[in-house]
């Protein structure tokens, strides 16, 4: 009987630090960017769902492709039915990995340079990526930004010939998660 709760007590000490673990956001930003001599093209989306486990380094973020606005509603609407395709892609999805996770002390505060890398989903393509961001620890919650190009034609987007001088290629992805610990 005594072997029983001693395997509960430390069954449910290990699912609670596991818990401590786990920070979440789900109004992460992602801001897109492109410029030419002709067009500038900026959109952000402020519901981008995010985890990152601090015990293992693993980030999932989940960016449902509707939910980035535009100044103008004719770029939107381009972006979402012409471009994405958000009605056969809704969602753009990044499962990936701190590579040096481990020199991080996630119990400090503090501010690190950091290495990702993972697989990133977008138009229904994916592709290995691996960039350089920041992690910042203040007051227990985690702040995480990483800018990075991302080229259109490797994810499949086709740009119009009528508009290829408009639009760039590589369009710049500006990410910023600020994590809080995952409470259940």
Known sequence: MKLKYILLIIFTGSLLSSFAQKYITKTGTIEIYSETPLFIIEGVNKKV?????????????????????????????????????????????????????????????????????????????????????????????????????VSLKAYGVKVEPAYKKAIKDDILLKIHFDYKPYNK
């Not at 994405?84 to 119990?107: M, N, Q, R, V």
């Not at 007051?139 to 930004?145: H, L, Q």
């Open 49 to 149: 769902a995010s985890i990152l486990n601090t015990e293992t380094g693993e980030v999932v973020s989940s960016t449902l492709i509707r939910s980035f606005k535009f100044e103008e509603a004719l770029v939107e609407e381009h972006f979402n039915e012409n471009y994405l395709e958000a009605h056969k892609f809704p969602k753009s999805i990044f499962k990936g990995k701190i590579t040096d996770y481990k020199k991080i002390d996630f119990s400090k505060d503090g501010k690190y340079d950091i290495m990702i890398e993972g697989k990133l989903t977008i138009h229904g393509v994916t592709n290995y990526i691996k960039e350089k961001g920041s992690l910042v620890i203040k007051n227990g919650e985690i702040s995480a930004k990483s800018d990075f190009p």
